[in-house]
Every structure is written in structure tokens, then in C-alpha cells.
């Protein structure tokens, strides 16, 4: 994806860092800690290069005088104009963001990152495991799978959290748990479960087991903790899946988006710009991997 790269105004060169102008014009607060903000550029010449995403990619948000981190782009590049991001709160910039409200200023920077379409998914049956905010990645794509329903197969969504109040999108996962060919697989730690919960009590891993998802012509998708990912992947291996049709996402190790800081590099890769989408294969291969 291309961004903002030392462009030039008026003779001078702008600094790569330079966020542009973000307002936040829809916000909804999907769990205690989990908010998800839409937002247009009001640089309105570079809203169509800025929103031309693909689901994967990422941007770095900030707020003045409390830094910027990078977000998972929530939405499907369908959604002209704008773009949706979900923020998890545990820190500063976090806690900040929450804070804010409709018609609020933040900055925004990108979008950078390869993303999920890398892995040629139309015409397969697709298979998406997530886990906690590791969600938002994830509903970027099934919207753009969705968008265009007929160029895909069977499609099975497989999402836990900590508790029913901590499940994310929960009015999304119902219309899409009513389409034909979608099945919806929802759980809960033990524990997090209410008397009324007709959903599965249990670790992602542990459900992922139990749906025994035939590896022929099917694409892997799983995003969350590092736990979820790796117990995830030897599963989907067992059943026969090849490591390149486990398909994931490395986002928290970035920190400058761009290739600069160091911060997200493994060996001769850095996240940020050769990822942050990878495919199980390339995963393993990485030094010290702990996948």
C-alpha cells in the first residue's frame, strides 16, 4: 500500500511522520474496553488514495502531545470515504481515545502493510479463527468477502473472548450467522458464561478442535493472542492444512510503521513493511520464532 513518502509542498519536503487530518464523524463502544471510531480525512484530495485499503493493511493513530500507535484498518475498502479502526484500551493514547467524541480531531497516518487478499482466497472455502481484538483485522476481510458473497465457498467464523459482555460486533455476528453458506461459532472462556449463553463455553484452541474444517481448497485465517495463533496453527497442520493457507497478522510488534525504529524487525524482516500479514511458512521461518 502506498503512503505518504517525503512528498513536497511549496519547494519543501514534508516529514514522513506527518500525519493527516482525521474526524471522527461515528464511534460505538462494542465492549467495556473496546471502542470502534469512523473517520474521514479532511484532506479531501487524498481521501480516495487514502480509503483505497485492502483488508490487512494498518495506520498509526495519534492524538497530539500523547503519541500515535498503529490500528488494524476494521473496515472493508467498500466503505468509501472513511475508515474504521477498533481500539482496545491499555494505555495512554488508548485511555485518550476513548475519551474522545464525535467531531473530534486525531491524526492519521498511512495506510501501510501488505494485506490478506495475498493469499488468492476467491473460489476457497474460508476459515476465520480469532481471538479478543484480534477480531478487527478479521472483520475487515469477511465484510470484503461478503461484499462479494458469490466469488467465495463455504465460509466458517470461529471467534472467542473473555466473556459475553467482551464479545466485539455482536449484531454483525448474528446477520452474518443468518447468510447462507456462513457458519458463526461463538465462545467464551469458562467461566463467562451467563445462564441464557447458547454459545460454546471455551478457549479458541480447544473449539477450533472440534470443528474438524476439511483443508481441501480452504484458506486459514487466525488473528489474536500469540497463544491462539500458534495453538491454532498445529491444529489446522494436523488436519492437513499446508503452513502457506494459514494466513495471520504480526501487528503488535510495530511501533513507527515505516521501517525506521527497528522496534518490529526479526532477523532481516520488519513487520511493518513486509507485513504485517503473514502466512504460518513464512512465520516459522523467522528467528527465534516462539510460533
Not at 135 to 145: G, T
Request: charged fraction near 25%; proline fraction near 6%; charge should be neutral.
Amino acid at each position: 500500500m502506498t503512503a505518504r513518502v517525503g512528498s513536497r509542498v511549496d519547494g519543501v519536503e514534508e516529514s514522513i511522520y506527518k500525519p493527516y487530518n482525521g474526524r471522527i464523524i461515528w464511534m460505538r463502544e462494542e465492549t467495556p474496553d473496546i471502542t470502534t471510531f469512523r473517520v474521514a480525512l479532511e484532506e479531501h484530495e487524498v481521501v480516495d488514495s487514502f480509503t483505497s485499503f485492502k483488508p490487512g493493511n494498518f495506520v498509526l493513530a495519534s492524538v497530539i502531545g500523547y503519541g500515535e500507535a498503529p490500528f488494524a484498518i476494521s473496515s472493508p475498502p467498500s466503505q468509501r470515504g472513511s475508515i474504521e479502526i477498533s481500539v482496545k484500551r491499555l494505555g495512554v493514547l488508548t485511555q485518550v481515545l476513548h475519551e474522545l467524541c464525535v467531531e473530534d480531531r486525531i491524526g492519521l497516518r498511512g495506510p501501510y502493510g501488505n494485506d490478506f487478499l495475498r493469499g488468492e482466497p476467491k473460489g476457497k472455502n474460508l476459515l476465520f479463527v480469532a481471538g479478543g481484538i484480534g477480531m478487527a483485522p478479521i472483520r475487515s476481510l469477511i465484510h470484503h468477502v461478503l461484499d462479494d458473497r458469490k466469488s467465495y465457498g463455504e465460509i466458517t467464523i470461529l471467534y472467542g473472548a473473555k466473556s459475553i459482555a467482551d464479545i466485539p460486533y455482536k449484531k454483525e455476528f448474528k446477520r452474518w450467522d443468518r447468510m447462507d453458506g456462513v457458519d458463526v461459532v461463538l465462545t467464551v472462556d469458562p467461566g463467562g458464561e451467563t445462564p441464557d449463553w447458547d454459545g460454546r463455553i471455551g478457549y479458541v484452541p480447544n473449539i477450533l478442535t472440534e470443528l474438524n474444517t476439511s483443508p481441501k481448497n480452504c484458506l486459514a485465517f487466525v488473528c489474536g493472542p500469540q497463544i491462539v495463533i500458534k495453538l491454532s496453527a498445529q491444529t489446522l497442520s494436523n488436519w492437513g492444512f499446508k503452513s502457506r493457507d494459514i494466513i495471520s497478522t504480526l501487528e503488535n510488534r510495530m511501533k513507527c510503521g515505516i521501517g525506521k525504529c527497528g522496534r518490529c524487525n526479526v532477523g532481516h524482516i520488519y513487520v511493518c513493511k513486509h507485513g504485517p500479514v503473514f502466512t504460518y511458512e513464512e512465520i516459522m521461518k523467522m528467528p527465534n520464532s516462539d510460533y
